[in-house]
């Protein structure tokens, strides 16, 4: 099965909204053998619709919609590819008492908007997806030649949970024989250039065991893609298992994960079950590392607190960095650097401690630091280490690898330590 997206919106085309919707449905159709063969984006007037999905009809006979079920006068696309159809549009009482059940239940004051009754409006002869995440039904429609369409709302959240409630199931029941997936694997790195790691993995760089390996880079690193086409479900999974294993061998600590696998996740689990807890000592970050570190559930357990020290003042006073080391080094520097950890360390009583300073730009660099410079510190046990990076990007991009890469050296010195 051949299937073709049309997401819908104004708002994609001028940049205001990013399309993750066809980058979800491309991932879910291939994990099941159902390949997209074109996406295409349009505006909400008819006949950008209209026009978008009669051609994509024409060429593959089943079309993904996403957008325009909403309430408002730029939802438009049932009457656009209802008229493809030359179907009529009708009111369906279900949908409406579903709506003022739902209007109801919020609590909010009044009746139904009357602009709501857009989305009970349907086009003849069609099934309803049902929507257990909003109040905009989907709509499958279908001629007598077997070709559809399958509308979906916009929201993500409501188009991944329709498309899996929904229209996966219904797709599923029209596969035919064994079905030949498309399906990956990512292993994630931090702290090592693609090129480096190119080098690394050495004859493994090109297609291992005839899996195709993507490089992607991030600021949290460089993810390496290894895809399996047109085999078999089990066949993929076994041959992806293979190359996975073969480049752990070759490149080691640099993987810290898998799949969407969070590194603040990854290194609390870690310090958990050993017990060990944790504190930060943050300057040009600002409390970056420690929003990284709180937005896993748990972190509690392991995380006492931190202080964001930007001025040298604070330093001296929140964290017991010496005046002589800041007049002699300056703020940014690996002597601070190890001083604010171990402050940190001292003034939470923690097992570990993490700092940060550095020079995230745009201004303030100089030949000697420039911007980019950023110095760390991590005092583990009655250990004190200190490194410090180069790092590229604009201001959100360096706080942001700088973030990640003291969080990897974190789970480095774990592994170390007994």
Known sequence: MQIEVVTIGDELLLGFTID????????????????????????????????????????????????????????????????????????????????????????????LPKANYQQAMIPEGCDILVNNHGSAPGIWLEDDRGRWVAMLPGVPREMRGMLADALLPRIEQRLTGTPLVIRSRTLRTSGIAESALADLLGPLAKAPFGLSL?????????????????????????????????IRAQVGTVIYGEGNDDLAAIVLSEMRARGLTLALAESCTGGLLGQRITAVPGSSDVLLGGVVAYANEVKVSHL????????????????????????????????????????????????EKPVGMVCFGLALGDTVKTFSANLYGDRPEIRERAAQAALNALRRALAKHS
């Open 320 to 367: 017991a960095v010496r005046p002589e080391t800041l007049a002699a080094h300056g703020a940014v520097s690996e002597a601070t650097a190890g001083e604010m950890a171990l402050g940190a360390q001292k003034r939470f009583k923690a097992s570990a401690a993490l700092s940060v300073t550095g020079v995230a730009g745009p201004g303030g660099g100089t030949p």
């Open 20 to 111: 993750t919707n066809a980058a979800h449905l491309a991932r879910e159709l291939a994990s099941r053998g159902v390949a997209i063969v074109r996406r295409t984006t349009c505006g909400d007037s008819a006949s950008e619709i209209a026009s978008a999905v009669r051609d994509a009809l024409d060429r593959s006979g089943a079309v993904i919609t996403t957008g325009g079920l909403g309430p408002t006068s730029d939802d438009l696309t049932k009457e656009s590819i209802a008229a493809i159809f030359g179907r009529a549009m009708r009111l369906d009482d279900g949908i409406v008492d579903n709506l003022q059940a739902r209007w109801k239940a919020r609590g909010w004051p009044g009746e």
């Open 214 to 246: 993507a490089y992607l880079p991030g600021v949290a690193g460089v993810d390496l893609r290894l895809t399996a086409r047109n085999l078999s479900a089990g066949d993929a999974d076994a041959l992806l298992g293979q190359g996975a294993e073969a």
